[in-house]
Nanobody, 122 residues
Framework: VQLVESGGGLVQAGGSLRLSCAVS????????MGWFRQAPGKEREFVAA????????YYADSVKGRFTISRDNAKNTVYLQMNSLKPEDTAVYSC????????????????WGQGTLVTVSS
């Protein structure tokens, strides 16, 4: 399974960005996809997850109502739409994949992309 993220960058507080995660290899319908982030000096944290087969979604409380995870089956791509961004959202964002049930713990995901940096200025 290969995961390639794109879409990071610099944005002002209150702005929006959309991250993409292109997925290749394996059977997508069996995947659970997650977005995680890691800020400097902090532990990696869960942001959002999506069960590919059902479309069920899950969010961290810190991003609920601002971020939306979605998928495009034709493009084998998972997105993270981030609105109303805050300086505390600054981090390296990574997508990850696993089989099985939804999980918010990053160690449950064996496949990872390279990460993309999101910087939110105040």
């Amino acid at each position: 399974v290969q995961l390639v993220e794109s879409g990071g960058g610099l944005v002002q507080a209150g702005g929006s960005l959309r991250l993409s995660c292109a997925v290749s290899g394996g059977t997508f319908s069996t995947y659970n996809m997650g977005w995680f982030r890691q800020a400097p000096g902090k532990e990696r944290e869960f942001v959002a997850a999506l069960v590919w087969s059902s479309g069920s979604t899950y969010y961290a409380d810190s991003v609920k109502g601002r971020f939306t995870i979605s998928r495009d089956n034709a493009k084998n791509t998972v997105y993270l739409q981030m609105n109303s961004l805050k300086p505390e959202d600054t981090a390296v964002y990574s997508c990850a994949a696993r089989w099985g049930s939804y999980d918010a713990f990053y160690r449950a995901y064996p496949y990872w992309g390279q990460g993309t940096l999101v910087t939110v200025s105040s």
